[in-house]
């Protein structure tokens, strides 16, 4: 089925009922900086044109930055409040989405990708140090 035509809303709704571990808004803040990352990787000096593929890595990197954007020096806090406290985090929400057929994956694509990539609080803090 194609990820687009699946209810985003419904569908995270309903799975945070059977995985409570992190809660919608965690679902959202990956989705949204996932389209974040594919504007920042499109092969466009737009950000329109044809998407490419990211490692766990790149993504954990486009979600920090994403998070910097938004939240500026609360983007730590903010995303400790929705159970985000590491990379490993982003990869776990990453691969619930993709069992819930919201994101797609590539067969060489593993969990573990998201594993130790960098410390996360010490990304989001680093820049609002004096």
């Not at 930055?65 to 776990?92: C, H, I, K, V």
């Amino acid at each position: 089925m194609d990820p687009a035509a699946i209810p985003f809303d419904e569908t995270v709704r309903d799975f945070v009922l059977e995985d409570p571990r992190y809660p919608v808004e965690a679902y959202y803040f990956v989705r949204d900086g996932f389209d974040y990352a594919m504007r920042a990787h499109s092969d466009s000096a737009d950000g329109h044109g044809a998407p490419r593929h990211l490692t766990g890595a790149e993504l954990s990197e486009d979600l920090k930055e994403y998070a910097l954007d938004e939240y500026g020096p609360m983007a730590r806090f903010t995303l400790a409040t929705w159970n985000l406290r590491s990379t490993s985090d982003f990869g776990e929400i990453v691969y619930n989405l993709i069992k819930m057929g919201l994101f797609g994956k590539r067969k060489s694509d593993r969990r573990e990708d998201f594993d130790g990539v960098f410390d996360l609080g010490k990304a989001l803090d680093d820049p609002f140090k004096p």
